[in-house]
């Protein structure tokens, strides 16, 4: 990590992110360079909800959940831009998502993300998540940011 690394631990997520149990998918934030870059984990266990349907037996993480998981520290990394704060990164696209091996109850997922572009509220980003260094998953995100006063309830 370098000079402009930060470390957040969950509760600090809970302060950037809205999202709460049981769709909170990142543990902690290992290093982030804010709109350039962000390295997050989740330490996947037995006890995750969605074992109880996927599958009976044979509990296998669902891909939209490593998607959605990546996702969120891709959000981390827009939302700790000063001009960002006290926003919500929605996720607007998902292309070349590709699973690469299944992500099993005891695995830890480490998502990196990076930013490839972006143009005014937009980012594209490239989204890879390995697990005991083997790429599990990877994708291209892109993310709209908008104001929590911009948000239809």
Known sequence: ??????????????????????FLLVDRILELEPGK???????????????VG?????PIMPGVLI???????????????EQNKGKLAYLAGVEKARFRKPVLPGDT????ITMLRS???VGWMKAEVR???????????SFAVVGREDVAV
């Open 119 to 121: 143009r005014g509220n």
């Open 67 to 81: 998607v959605e998981m990546m996702a969120q520290v891709g959000g981390v990394m827009l939302l700790t831009v």
């Open 109 to 112: 997922l480490i998502a990196e």
């Open 54 to 58: 996927h599958f009976p037996g044979h």
């Open 131 to 141: 697990v005991d260094g083997k790429v599990a998953g990877d994708a291209e995100l």
């Open 1 to 22: 990590m370098g000079d402009r690394s930060l470390v957040l631990d969950a509760k600090q997520l809970l302060e950037i992110l809205p999202h709460r149990y049981p």
């Open 37 to 51: 870059r962000a390295v997050g984990q989740k330490n996947v266990t037995m006890n995750e909800p969605f074992f």
